[in-house]
C-alpha cells in the first residue's frame, strides 16, 4: 500500500463532503419552493432540518466546531492530532459552504496544514 494512498482517499471524501454540502445548500437552503412550503407547513420534517440548519448557520456552530478542532488538533501529537484534524476538515468544509466563510477559512487552513504536517522525529 502506498504511502500517498490515505491521503488520496481523504481527499476523495472531502471531494465527495463538499459536493454533499453544496447539495444541500443549493436544495435545501437556497431552493424558493422550499420557503413556500415551510410558511404553509412548518412542520414538515424538511422544514425543521432547515430550520434548526439555519440556527447552526445564524449562530456559526459549525464554524466554531471546526475552528476549535483545529486549534485542538494542531497542539495534539502524533495520530491524535492527525485524526483530529481530518474531523476539523469535515465540519470546516460545510461550515465554507453554509455562510461562515469568515471562521471557516482559517479552520480550513489550520487542519489542513497539520494533517499534511511531518511527525515529529524523537532523537
Do not use: K
Not at 440548519?53 to 502524533?78: C, E, Y
Not at 453554509?98 to 532523537?123: K, M, N, Q, T
Request: glycine residues 4%; positive net charge; proline residues 3%.
Amino acid at each position: 500500500m502506498s504511502r500517498r494512498l490515505p491521503l488520496i482517499l481523504l481527499l476523495i471524501a472531502l471531494s465527495l463532503w463538499l459536493a454533499a454540502s453544496y447539495g444541500l445548500r443549493y436544495a435545501l437552503m437556497e431552493d424558493a419552493q422550499w420557503v413556500g412550503l415551510c410558511v404553509d407547513e412548518a412542520q414538515r420534517w424538511e422544514c425543521q432540518m432547515r430550520a434548526n440548519l439555519g440556527l447552526l448557520i445564524h449562530f456559526r456552530v459549525i464554524a466554531w466546531a471546526a475552528l476549535t478542532g483545529a486549534l485542538v488538533a494542531f497542539f495534539l501529537p502524533g495520530r491524535a492530532g492527525r485524526t483530529v484534524a481530518v474531523v476539523a476538515l469535515f465540519f470546516a468544509l460545510p461550515a465554507l459552504v453554509l455562510y461562515s466563510a469568515s471562521l471557516a477559512v482559517f479552520a480550513l487552513v489550520i487542519a489542513a496544514l497539520r494533517v499534511v504536517r511531518a511527525p515529529v522525529a524523537v532523537a
